[in-house]
Antibody, heavy 118, light 108 residues
């Protein structure tokens, strides 16, 4: 069974750093891309970027380029999303999702709620 | 960049009735379109891919149609569990995977 299990909720202060994770199981990890999707409170889905676990090839949405870093450690089947300096506007739910070979997102993690508040 | 426009923003329908949701692309995406359902407090779930193919486990009352720039998601007889937000997404605009803004389906 394919599963994406994300790390738990985080509460941070502005300016702090953060790295959240998405651990995959149930499939050949290195054969698929993993995407990150933001959902701000009461808003829609925003695609942030995507990483290929085979060689860590990474692509970003222009809206998120330079704002976050996507990485992966294939030895532990885990993808990451990180911030070097959080802002209050980063408060959101973040989802990881597996990109099927054809292109749609067929499996989703349960989400990680990030709250940034002073 | 392909821009997806969903309409209406909110759709009020009574249980048992049919719901029709629309998604328009700013340029052709052929049949490379997916629909997702998101219930409150839950992660999105894949409903339809290839514009008209139901994902595993999706009930037959959900159907997708269209190609090119105009797409429709139809729910033939609304059940209580179908009231949710629905998003469309083209997936042939590599590397972009932008979603439509969503349609909220609410109980009338």
């Amino acid at each position: 069974e394919v599963q994406l299990v994300q790390s738990g909720a985080e509460v941070k202060k502005p300016g702090e750093s953060l790295k959240i994770s998405c651990k995959a199981s149930g499939y050949i990890f290195t054969s698929y891309w993993i995407a990150w999707v933001r959902q701000m409170p009461g808003k829609g889905l925003e695609w942030m970027g995507i990483i290929y676990l085979g060689d860590s090839d990474t692509r970003y949405s222009p809206s998120f380029q330079g704002q976050v870093t996507i990485s992966a450690d294939k030895s532990i089947r885990t993808a990451y999303l990180q911030w070097s300096s959080l802002k209050a506007s980063d408060t959101a739910m973040y989802y990881c999702a597996r990109r099927a070979v054809v292109g749609y997102f067929d499996y989703w993690g349960q989400g990680t709620l990030v709250t940034v508040s002073s | 960049e392909i821009v997806m426009t969903q309409s209406p923003a909110t759709l009020s329908v009574s249980p048992g009735e049919r719901a029709t949701l629309s998604c328009r692309a700013s340029q052709s995406v052929s049949s490379n379109l997916a629909w997702y359902q998101q219930k409150p407090g839950q992660a999105p779930r894949l409903l339809i891919y290839g514009a008209s193919t139901r994902a595993t486990g999706i009930p037959g009352r959900f159907s997708g149609s269209g190609s090119g720039t105009e797409f429709t998601l139809t729910i033939s007889s609304l059940q209580s569990e179908d009231f949710a937000v629905y998003y469309c997404q083209p997936y042939n605009n590599w590397p972009l995977h932008t979603f439509g803004q969503g349609t909220k389906l609410e109980i009338k």
